[in-house]
Protein backbone atom coordinates (compact mmCIF):
# COMPACT_ATOMS: atom_id res chain seq x y z
CA UNK A 1 0.00 0.00 0.00
CA UNK A 2 1.14 3.57 -0.88
CA UNK A 3 2.35 5.40 1.91
CA UNK A 4 -0.36 7.95 3.27
CA UNK A 5 0.90 11.61 3.01
CA UNK A 6 1.95 13.60 6.19
CA UNK A 7 -1.41 15.70 8.04
CA UNK A 8 -0.23 19.23 8.07
CA UNK A 9 -1.52 21.11 11.26
CA UNK A 10 -1.55 25.04 10.38
CA UNK A 11 -1.27 25.77 13.89
CA UNK A 12 2.42 23.87 13.76
CA UNK A 13 5.01 26.55 14.23
CA UNK A 14 7.19 23.83 11.65
CA UNK A 15 4.56 24.12 9.32
CA UNK A 16 3.85 27.53 9.28
CA UNK A 17 7.82 28.28 9.05
CA UNK A 18 7.96 26.02 5.55
CA UNK A 19 5.39 27.92 4.38
CA UNK A 20 6.63 31.05 4.62
CA UNK A 21 9.38 29.89 3.30
CA UNK A 22 8.00 28.96 -0.15
CA UNK A 23 6.10 32.52 -0.49
CA UNK A 24 9.40 33.89 0.03
CA UNK A 25 11.33 31.53 -2.49
CA UNK A 26 8.49 31.65 -5.12
CA UNK A 27 8.03 35.51 -4.78
CA UNK A 28 12.01 36.30 -5.07
CA UNK A 29 11.81 33.40 -8.01
CA UNK A 30 9.22 35.04 -10.09
CA UNK A 31 9.08 38.85 -8.69
CA UNK A 32 5.23 38.86 -7.95
CA UNK A 33 3.90 39.91 -4.65
CA UNK A 34 0.74 39.15 -2.41
CA UNK A 35 -1.25 41.71 -0.51
CA UNK A 36 0.36 41.76 3.13
CA UNK A 37 -2.81 40.40 4.58
CA UNK A 38 -3.13 37.09 6.38
CA UNK A 39 -3.06 33.99 4.24
CA UNK A 40 -6.38 33.13 4.60
CA UNK A 41 -8.13 36.86 3.62
CA UNK A 42 -6.40 35.95 0.38
CA UNK A 43 -8.93 35.35 -2.44
CA UNK A 44 -8.47 32.45 -4.35
CA UNK A 45 -7.78 34.25 -7.73
CA UNK A 46 -5.15 35.57 -5.98
CA UNK A 47 -3.14 32.98 -4.74
CA UNK A 48 -3.67 30.87 -8.02
CA UNK A 49 -2.35 33.85 -9.75
CA UNK A 50 0.70 33.99 -7.65
CA UNK A 51 1.48 30.34 -7.55
CA UNK A 52 0.24 29.13 -11.21
CA UNK A 53 1.59 30.69 -14.28
CA UNK A 54 1.61 28.56 -17.61
CA UNK A 55 3.91 30.45 -19.55
CA UNK A 56 6.72 29.70 -16.84
CA UNK A 57 8.88 26.40 -17.18
CA UNK A 58 12.11 25.53 -14.80
CA UNK A 59 14.19 26.87 -17.75
CA UNK A 60 12.10 30.11 -18.45
CA UNK A 61 12.21 31.02 -14.58
CA UNK A 62 13.58 34.41 -13.62
CA UNK A 63 16.65 33.25 -10.99
CA UNK A 64 16.56 35.10 -7.97
CA UNK A 65 19.30 37.93 -8.55
CA UNK A 66 19.91 40.71 -5.70
CA UNK A 67 18.29 43.90 -6.21
CA UNK A 68 18.86 47.79 -5.76
CA UNK A 69 16.59 48.38 -2.77
CA UNK A 70 16.65 51.11 0.00
CA UNK A 71 17.21 50.13 3.91
CA UNK A 72 17.05 51.73 6.99
CA UNK A 73 18.31 50.74 10.54
CA UNK A 74 17.03 52.04 13.74
CA UNK A 75 18.34 51.90 17.29
CA UNK A 76 16.98 53.22 20.42
CA UNK A 77 19.54 55.49 22.09
CA UNK A 78 20.36 53.97 25.86
CA UNK A 79 17.69 51.19 25.40
CA UNK A 80 19.49 49.18 28.02
CA UNK A 81 20.45 51.97 30.43
CA UNK A 82 19.78 51.46 34.01
CA UNK A 83 16.48 52.01 35.43
CA UNK A 84 15.04 51.34 31.82
CA UNK A 85 13.79 47.62 32.70
CA UNK A 86 11.49 45.54 31.01
CA UNK A 87 8.20 47.53 31.31
CA UNK A 88 10.19 50.84 29.84
CA UNK A 89 11.64 48.58 27.07
CA UNK A 90 8.29 47.73 26.12
CA UNK A 91 7.13 51.23 25.98
CA UNK A 92 9.79 52.58 23.53
CA UNK A 93 9.61 49.79 21.41
CA UNK A 94 6.44 50.54 20.92
CA UNK A 95 6.46 54.18 20.56
CA UNK A 96 9.55 53.53 18.16
CA UNK A 97 7.73 51.21 15.60
CA UNK A 98 4.41 53.69 15.93
CA UNK A 99 6.40 56.97 14.72
CA UNK A 100 8.58 54.85 12.27
CA UNK A 101 5.07 53.67 10.80
CA UNK A 102 3.55 56.94 10.81
CA UNK A 103 6.95 58.58 9.26
CA UNK A 104 6.67 56.01 6.30
CA UNK A 105 3.16 57.03 5.86
CA UNK A 106 5.11 60.58 4.36
CA UNK A 107 7.38 58.20 1.51
CA UNK A 108 3.47 56.43 0.58
CA UNK A 109 4.54 53.44 2.39
CA UNK A 110 3.24 50.85 5.39
CA UNK A 111 5.63 48.93 7.25
CA UNK A 112 3.73 45.89 5.92
CA UNK A 113 4.89 46.67 2.60
CA UNK A 114 8.53 46.38 3.64
CA UNK A 115 10.45 43.32 4.73
CA UNK A 116 11.19 44.68 8.15
CA UNK A 117 13.09 42.49 10.96
CA UNK A 118 12.81 43.30 14.52
CA UNK A 119 16.30 44.24 16.27
CA UNK A 120 15.56 43.90 19.65
CA UNK A 121 16.65 47.68 19.88
CA UNK A 122 16.05 49.05 17.25
CA UNK A 123 14.59 47.54 13.47
CA UNK A 124 15.41 47.04 10.33
CA UNK A 125 13.53 47.87 7.12
CA UNK A 126 13.94 47.47 3.28
CA UNK A 127 12.08 49.32 0.42
CA UNK A 128 10.32 47.67 -2.16
CA UNK A 129 12.38 47.60 -5.05
CA UNK A 130 10.19 50.41 -6.53
CA UNK A 131 10.53 53.01 -3.52
CA UNK A 132 12.61 56.12 -4.16
CA UNK A 133 15.49 55.76 -1.88
CA UNK A 134 15.99 59.39 -1.49
CA UNK A 135 12.38 59.66 0.40
CA UNK A 136 14.05 58.14 2.92
CA UNK A 137 16.04 61.24 4.00
CA UNK A 138 13.08 63.41 3.24
CA UNK A 139 10.46 63.41 3.96
CA UNK A 140 11.06 60.14 6.06
CA UNK A 141 13.97 61.24 8.36
CA UNK A 142 12.31 64.60 8.78
CA UNK A 143 9.08 63.29 9.66
CA UNK A 144 10.50 60.94 12.06
CA UNK A 145 12.21 64.25 13.92
CA UNK A 146 9.27 65.94 14.10
CA UNK A 147 7.36 62.96 15.30
CA UNK A 148 9.76 62.26 18.05
CA UNK A 149 9.93 65.76 19.09
CA UNK A 150 6.54 65.93 19.49
CA UNK A 151 5.99 62.74 21.41
CA UNK A 152 9.19 63.07 23.44
CA UNK A 153 7.86 67.21 24.75
CA UNK A 154 6.25 65.83 27.54
CA UNK A 155 7.60 62.30 28.08
CA UNK A 156 9.20 61.24 31.11
CA UNK A 157 12.57 62.00 31.02
CA UNK A 158 12.84 57.72 31.47
CA UNK A 159 10.54 57.05 28.46
CA UNK A 160 12.27 59.96 26.23
CA UNK A 161 12.74 58.37 23.19
CA UNK A 162 15.72 58.84 20.83
CA UNK A 163 17.12 57.08 17.71
CA UNK A 164 19.83 57.01 15.44
CA UNK A 165 19.00 56.05 12.05
CA UNK A 166 21.36 54.66 8.94
CA UNK A 167 19.86 54.89 5.68
CA UNK A 168 21.71 53.19 2.22
CA UNK A 169 20.68 52.06 -0.91
CA UNK A 170 22.66 48.93 -2.82
CA UNK A 171 22.12 45.34 -3.75
CA UNK A 172 20.04 43.10 -1.33
CA UNK A 173 19.83 39.17 -1.93
CA UNK A 174 16.46 37.49 -0.61
CA UNK A 175 16.31 34.03 0.57
CA UNK A 176 14.24 32.06 2.44
CA UNK A 177 15.73 33.21 6.09
CA UNK A 178 15.67 36.92 5.04
CA UNK A 179 17.93 39.30 3.09
CA UNK A 180 21.59 38.66 2.69
CA UNK A 181 24.57 41.00 0.90
CA UNK A 182 26.74 43.46 1.20
CA UNK A 183 24.05 46.50 0.90
CA UNK A 184 22.67 44.78 4.48
CA UNK A 185 26.17 44.77 5.77
CA UNK A 186 27.62 48.30 4.99
CA UNK A 187 23.73 49.62 6.89
CA UNK A 188 24.83 48.43 10.03
CA UNK A 189 28.73 49.01 10.31
CA UNK A 190 26.92 52.90 9.38
CA UNK A 191 24.79 52.19 12.23
CA UNK A 192 27.76 51.26 14.63
CA UNK A 193 30.05 53.73 13.56
CA UNK A 194 31.73 55.02 17.14
CA UNK A 195 31.68 58.52 15.37
CA UNK A 196 28.61 58.41 14.60
CA UNK A 197 27.65 57.41 18.46
CA UNK A 198 30.01 60.41 19.89
CA UNK A 199 28.35 62.71 17.94
CA UNK A 200 25.03 61.37 19.30
CA UNK A 201 26.34 61.49 23.05
CA UNK A 202 27.82 64.69 22.53
CA UNK A 203 24.24 66.20 21.43
CA UNK A 204 22.11 65.34 23.95
CA UNK A 205 19.06 67.25 23.17
CA UNK A 206 18.70 65.31 19.68
CA UNK A 207 16.03 63.39 19.16
CA UNK A 208 17.45 61.46 16.18
CA UNK A 209 20.49 61.17 14.48
CA UNK A 210 20.47 60.18 11.19
CA UNK A 211 24.12 58.78 9.47
CA UNK A 212 23.60 58.36 5.21
CA UNK A 213 25.78 56.19 3.15
CA UNK A 214 27.89 58.56 0.81
CA UNK A 215 26.32 56.29 -2.48
CA UNK A 216 22.97 57.43 -1.30
CA UNK A 217 23.93 61.14 -0.43
CA UNK A 218 25.42 61.69 -3.77
CA UNK A 219 23.21 59.97 -5.46
CA UNK A 220 20.41 62.27 -3.48
CA UNK A 221 22.67 65.52 -4.29
CA UNK A 222 22.59 64.75 -8.28
CA UNK A 223 18.83 64.91 -8.63
CA UNK A 224 19.11 68.28 -6.29
CA UNK A 225 15.42 69.21 -4.77
CA UNK A 226 14.89 68.41 -1.55
CA UNK A 227 18.29 67.90 0.20
CA UNK A 228 19.89 70.25 1.78
CA UNK A 229 23.59 69.90 1.98
CA UNK A 230 24.77 72.24 4.68
CA UNK A 231 22.56 70.54 6.82
CA UNK A 232 24.80 67.05 6.76
CA UNK A 233 28.40 66.93 7.73
CA UNK A 234 31.28 64.37 6.54
CA UNK A 235 31.40 61.57 9.51
CA UNK A 236 34.27 58.43 9.42
CA UNK A 237 32.93 55.18 9.36
CA UNK A 238 35.68 52.92 10.83
CA UNK A 239 33.91 49.12 11.77
CA UNK A 240 35.59 45.92 11.26
CA UNK A 241 36.30 45.70 7.81
CA UNK A 242 34.39 49.19 6.48
CA UNK A 243 36.47 52.05 6.27
CA UNK A 244 34.39 54.69 4.26
CA UNK A 245 33.18 58.40 4.55
CA UNK A 246 29.02 58.87 5.07
CA UNK A 247 26.96 61.77 5.86
CA UNK A 248 25.25 63.33 9.76
CA UNK A 249 22.04 65.13 9.71
CA UNK A 250 21.22 65.95 12.90
CA UNK A 251 17.71 68.22 13.14
CA UNK A 252 18.01 71.27 14.24
CA UNK A 253 15.99 72.13 17.55
CA UNK A 254 12.68 73.56 17.31
CA UNK A 255 10.89 75.05 19.91
Known amino acids: MPRSLPIFDEDDPLWREAARALFVVWAARTGRRLRHVPVERLSARELEDFWADDQLDEDSLPQARPTHQALVA ?15 QIRLRE ?21 HEDRGDGAFIVAPGDADPCDLLDPFA ?20 RLRAAVHYGHVDHDAHGVVGRAPVDLFRHLEAPA ?57 RCG
Open 74 to 88: VDIVAFGAPGRDTRV
Open 95 to 115: TMYTQVERALGGTGLALSDCH
Open 196 to 252: FRRAMAATPSADLGVIVSDSLFREAGHRGGRLDHDAYRPIRVNVKETRTRAWLWLPP
Open 142 to 161: HDLAAHLRSVNRHADPGLRL
